[in-house]
Every structure is written in structure tokens, then in C-alpha cells.
């Protein structure tokens, strides 16, 4: 009877402190988030360090409650407006699908407070991560 207690709490504790794949709400996630920063690790030379980002090459995302997307694109002042939709899933990977490209882009969130964003992106020559800062609503680039 006492290895029957033994092998219940034993399998009691190791099922209870199995983790489990948290996944952000996507509540959590909406607003307008600006990017201003990209941290490169290996890619073109390695600089391991945060890059700011000028704002004639940066872009915005939009996250809105009905999981639908928005990105505006301000590419040495050629203005681009991309729609569609995003998921959240295991492990906060993020799956965007928008009408400006041909397949989903997908990352990984590694960071979300009410004012940073971060989410990584894996290529050729290892991470490259995104920062995104939090803006009002209102902001747009100018046309």
C-alpha cells in the first residue's frame, strides 16, 4: 500500500509541474505598434547590438480585436498599406496573413508589455528581432 501512495504522489507532482504552452491573448496584443529597432545577431556582420531604425525605413502594425491586421510601410517615402488577418498560437508564434505578400509571415513574440513589442524572426544566419513601440492610435505617416 505505501508504493501505491509512493507512485500516486510522484505522478501526481510530475504531471503538476509539466509546463504548458502559454499562448498571449490576442486582446493583449491589439493596438498600433511602431518599429524602432532591430537587433541583427549574425545577420551582415554579427552586430549584436539594437539598431534604431530611421523613420523613413520603418513601418507600423496595427492589431485589432477581430484578429485583423494592418501594415503601413513607409519605404524611403513610398507609402504602402497592408490588410489581413493574425493568429496567435503555442509558444506565442504569430502567423500574419496580409494582401501585401504571398505567403504567411510568421515570428515569435519574446516580449509584450503595454509599450514594447518584440518579435523574432528566424533566418538565414540566426534571429533577427524586431522591437515595436507602443503609439497612439492616431499616429500615421505622412503621405
Same mark, same amino acid.
Given at each position: ?10 505522478s501526481v507532482?510530475l504531471?503538476?509541474?509539466c509546463?504548458k504552452d502559454e499562448?498571449i491573448p490576442s ?5 498600433k ?7 541583427h545577431?549574425?545577420l551582415n556582420?554579427g552586430?549584436?547590438a539594437?539598431?534604431?531604425i530611421?523613420? /523613413?525605413?520603418?513601418?507600423? @502594425?496595427e492589431? @485589432? @480585436?477581430?484578429? /485583423?491586421?494592418?501594415k ?5 517615402g513610398?507609402?504602402? /498599406? ?6 496567435l498560437l503555442?509558444d506565442?508564434?504569430l502567423?500574419v496573413?496580409?494582401?501585401? %505578400?504571398t505567403?504567411?509571415?510568421r ?5 509584450l508589455? #503595454?509599450k514594447? @513589442?518584440i518579435?523574432?524572426? %528566424?533566418?538565414?544566419?540566426?534571429v ?5 513601440e507602443?503609439v497612439? /492610435? #492616431?499616429f500615421?505617416?505622412?503621405?
Open positions: 500500500m505505501k508504493k501505491h501512495w509512493i507512485v500516486i504522489v510522484i507532482f504531471f503538476s509541474s509546463e499562448v486582446g493583449e496584443l491589439t493596438g505598434w511602431l518599429f524602432v529597432e532591430s537587433y545577431g549574425y556582420g552586430s549584436f539594437w539598431q534604431p530611421l523613420m /523613413k525605413d520603418s513601418h507600423y @502594425l492589431f @485589432l @480585436l477581430d484578429v /485583423k491586421y494592418i503601413q510601410e513607409n519605404s524611403n513610398a507609402f504602402q /498599406k497592408c490588410t489581413g488577418t493574425f493568429n503555442q506565442n508564434a502567423e496573413y496580409g494582401d501585401c %505578400q505567403v504567411p509571415e515570428g515569435k513574440i519574446s516580449e508589455t #503595454s514594447t @513589442l518579435i523574432d524572426y %528566424q533566418g538565414r544566419e540566426g533577427v528581432r524586431n522591437k515595436y507602443a497612439n /492610435k #492616431s500615421q505617416f505622412s503621405d
